[in-house]
């Protein structure tokens, strides 16, 4: 599987921004998809993810309420809209699948990954 992350870009505090990822050679239909993000100086960390059977989704404390996951299964394409967006989301975001939501949640050793995307917040 080969995953292709798109939309970031520079935005003002505030603002919003929707990040894409697309599959290829696999189906996310077999997957549960993520999103971690990786700050300068900092750890990849766990943003978002949403499981493969039933979309249940889950959300790191720091975006809740703020961010949102989805998937579109038939056009093999995940998605995160972020919305209310602050300087300290700052980071290159890279998408990620594995069979095993916990995998996602837990750890940052996915099976899959895409290239990062930078998204930038300032004013």
């Known amino acids: 599987v080969q995953l292709q992350a798109s939309g970031g870009g520079q935005v003002q505090p505030g603002g919003s921004l929707t990040l894409s990822c697309h599959a290829f050679?696999?189906?996310?239909?077999?997957?549960?998809m993520g999103w971690f993000r990786q700050a300068p100086g900092k750890k990849r960390q766990f943003v978002a993810a949403?499981?493969?059977?039933?979309?249940?989704?889950y959300y790191a404390d720091s975006v809740k309420g703020r961010f949102t996951i989805s998937r579109d299964i038939a056009k093999n394409v995940g998605y995160m809209q972020m919305n209310s967006l602050i300087p300290e989301d700052t980071a290159v975001y890279y998408c990620?699948?594995?069979?095993?939501?916990?995998?996602?949640?837990?750890?940052?050793?996915?099976?899959?990954w895409g290239q990062g995307t930078l998204v930038t917040v300032s004013s």
């Open positions: 949403i499981d493969r059977g039933d979309g249940r989704t």
């Open positions: 050679g696999g189906a996310f239909s077999d997957f549960a």
């Open positions: 990620a699948a594995d069979p095993t939501i916990e995998v996602i949640r837990t750890t940052t050793r996915p099976d899959y």
